[in-house]
């Protein structure tokens, strides 16, 4: 018996219908509405609800940071402020029953399931739209057709997605950035905001607003936990997924990039070299490379070498970071850079957790503060290293845009001894006065204070504090409290 060629329309309506319940129960599944929202809805919904431009909106970000989820709990807010459940639509394009159909097919579909006369004032959210061959077209098409429909779409490969929007949709997309969970949101999640407070701390002679906390022992507890589990929402509410980490991280979230996304992407042929380029980088999170040193370690030719740290940036599991020399100038020729994971917890997944004493605590704290400027766009961050008449580095240097002179710097330390002994902090000493920076922060394990040395003030903060407080601020920028 020949088999069919196609999937009858019915069943695709069907499975429309048990895609979107809402259309009956005027509910989303229990599951999503239990679960608890980011702190990034509030910053993500009023572009849902602007119907007023006439854009559709691109939910990026990595895999299992929480897109659909968000998706679901903007249906929820949109029934909730009475609008026609009926006039919601959501589809997976990830299922395979929707292959071969665009996205105009799909959204007819979805109207007939429901026998609507017209999609004006309709919400249309499309999740895992990267699965559709040209998107970015069929999404153009949408927009112009349908100028009273508001289009909302997620997808994982990032930065494939910004560049497809910003070349093929100038004018018709907006962009939304939803990255892995700062440790803010994941002490929110957990429920454990009690445990901080709004205080002061003394940064430039100044008196600045600061969230502090109450039990430090306990603060630093749940950011080795962060360190360890803390990028994705499921992993941080499950047990479970935190005992194997290896399987749920690793399996649905690395090797999903590395494996299928990254090669379909970028035609990259020898997937299991760039998996395990990915480990090498991931076991020296936070290390100084060179490409020759990258190309002796691994055996990847430099040329092959760059296209990878391309491609994982890309796919928003690394972030590079260039050098400055003790003047603060950049390097006409980049010939040493860091690399960094953008979660600390995917080292966690690979290889095993780290506990408070662990050798590598230092390169995994310092990534987990690199982490949480991620979240800030435009952001001119670089390291300091030099060899002058002596050897230096400084972990974190902010580049003002407009002068290209340090904003400020931050030496990020696993350790309480530098507050005894600040005379050790030399080379962020010197780079402070080669630079005429009056003020500089140092994180310490659980000390607070300020010291002066050589007419530079240096503000202690514990560094679980200054993650918390790199999160809050971010948010505060953006508008949300």
């Known amino acids: ?95 395979p029953i929707y292959i071969n159909l665009s996205l105009e097919d799909l959204l007819n579909l979805c109207k007939e ?7 004006e004032g309709c919400y249309v959210f499309f999740d ?14 949408l927009v112009d057709s349908f100028p009273n429909t508001k289009f909302i779409v997620s997808g994982s490969a990032a930065a494939a997605l910004k560049w497809h929007s910003t070349e093929s949709g100038a004018g018709r997309f907006t962009d939304f950035m939803l990255p892995p969970l700062t440790f803010q949101e994941f002490i929110h999640l957990k429920g454990k905001t009690h445990i901080m407070y709004e205080g002061t701390i003394t940064y430039d002679n100044k008196l600045i ?27 941080v509410l499950s047990e479970r997924i935190q005992s194997d980490m290896g399987r749920y991280v690793k399996n649905d979230i690395v090797d999903k990039v590395l494996l299928r996304d990254l090669p379909s992407l970028y035609g990259i042929k020898d997937v299991q070299e760039l998996n395990r380029f990915f480990s090498y980088i991931a076991y020296n999170t936070g290390n100084e490379f060179s ?14 070498l760059k296209k990878y740290l391309e491609y994982l940036e890309a796919a928003f599991l690394i972030k590079v970071l260039n050098k400055l020399d003790s003047k603060a100038k950049q390097l006409k020729r980049i010939t040493s850079f860091k690399v960094y994971l953008t979660n600390s917890s995917l080292r966690t997944a690979l290889f095993s957790p780290v ?25 001119n961050l670089h390291y300091a290293r030099w060899k002058d008449k002596k050897e230096g580095e400084v972990d974190l240097v ?28 030399q080379s962020l000493l010197h780079f402070c006065d080669n630079n005429k920076l009056s003020t500089a922060l140092v994180t310490s394990i659980n000390k607070t204070g300020n010291v002066t040395m050589q007419n530079i003030n240096l503000c202690f903060i514990p560094a679980a504090i200054y993650a918390y407080n790199i999160g809050v601020g971010t948010l505060r920028r953006k508008g949300v409290e």
């Open 1 to 95: 018996m020949k088999a069919k060629a196609f999937i009858p329309s019915d069943k695709i309506i069907e499975r429309l219908q048990y895609e979107n319940p809402w259309w009956n129960t005027k509910e989303i599944p229990s599951g999503y509405k239990n679960m608890s929202k980011r702190l990034y809805f509030n910053l993500f919904y009023p572009y849902v609800q602007d119907t007023e431009i006439k854009r559709a909106l691109v939910l990026m970000g990595p895999r299992r940071v929480g897109k659909t989820v968000m998706m679901f709990h903007a249906i929820d807010q949109l029934i909730q402020e009475k609008v026609d459940p009926q006039k919601i639509f959501f589809v997976g394009i990830d299922n």
């Open 113 to 119: 399931a429901i026998k609507a006369a017209s999609l």
């Open 128 to 141: 895992e739209i990267q699965y559709l061959k040209d998107w970015e077209r069929h999404l153009k098409v």
């Open 209 to 235: 607003p600061y969230h502090l906390a109450k039990d430090m022992e306990e603060l630093n507890r749940e950011f080795i936990n962060y360190l360890n589990f803390g990028g994705y929402p499921e992993v």
């Open 291 to 304: 490409y020759e040193t990258m190309s002796r370690d691994s055996g990847i030719q430099k040329d092959t």
């Open 355 to 379: 506990s408070e004493l662990d050798s590598d605590m230092g390169n995994i704290v310092e990534t987990a503060i690199l982490s949480q400027w991620m979240h800030r766009e435009n952001l």
């Open 398 to 425: 902010l580049l003002d845009e407009k002068f290209f002179k340090p904003a400020w710097a931050v030496e990020i330390k696993w350790s309480n001894r530098y507050f005894e002994k600040p005379n050790e902090l």
